[in-house]
């Protein structure tokens, strides 16, 4: 199953942040760069290897698997993601 984000968050980009954000009924966790992005590809349309690899595209980078890893293991620990 592939990483999405579970329903009962909404990712939101916050101008007056400058960050997206988590919202849930109790309140908000404003996200790094890092964290938004990986996020916003958190859709359940790719595995964590896709996932990654198309990361590395955008960022013109290579060797995030680990970082993604660690990050989608600490946002299913939160509840923030399912599957993966």
Request: aromatic fraction near 8%; charge should be negative; charged fraction near 25%.
């Amino acid at each position: 199953m592939a990483p999405r984000l579970s329903p009962r968050f909404r990712l939101q980009w916050e101008e007056a942040q400058q960050a997206w954000v988590l919202l849930y009924p109790e309140g908000m966790v404003k996200l790094n760069r890092s964290a938004g992005e990986i996020l916003l590809r958190c859709d359940g349309s790719r595995d964590s290897a896709a996932l990654t690899a198309d990361l590395e595209a955008a960022f013109d980078t290579t060797g995030l698997q680990a970082e993604v890893a660690v990050f989608l293991g600490h946002a299913r620990e939160r509840g923030w993601v399912q599957g993966g």
